[in-house]
Nanobody
Framework: QVQLVESGGGLVQPGGSLRLSCAASGTIFRIDRMGWYRQAPGMERESVGMMRSSGRADYADSVRGRFTISRDSSKSTVFLEMNSLKSEDTAVYYC?????????WGQGTQVTVSS
């Protein structure tokens, strides 16, 4: 079992930056991928990006060049650095982790981009 706890959401102006954190606990040594999703009101949940155990990260077209996924040396915490934020980035952001085909979710953190 893996538990994920996100933090760092909040209100930011357009063009601003925000960094989200996701702390994993439990059987983290079996995690092979961690990533971020988001869900805007009335919309389906969509992938933002994912980092593999190798450290390689892939991003959705809508955020590539603006968002960066990183992790700490213990590989138990992943971060989502968000720059040049736009109003359309407003959503609840969820952390996700995979152990093979088993996917775990965090509780989500709200990000609101508004002036």
């Amino acid at each position: 079992q893996v538990q994920l706890v996100e933090s760092g959401g909040g209100l930011v102006q357009p063009g601003g930056s925000l960094r989200l954190s996701c702390a994993a606990s439990g059987t983290i040594f079996r995690i092979d991928r961690m990533g971020w999703y988001r869900q805007a009101p009335g919309m389906e949940r969509e992938s933002v990006g994912m980092m593999r155990s190798s450290g390689r990260a892939d991003y959705a077209d809508s955020v590539r060049g603006r968002f960066t996924i990183s992790r700490d040396s213990s590989k138990s915490t992943v971060f989502l650095e968000m720059n040049s934020l736009k109003s359309e980035d407003t959503a609840v952001y969820y952390c996700a982790a995979w152990q093979g085909n088993i996917q775990y979710w965090g509780q989500g953190t709200q990000v609101t981009v508004s002036s």
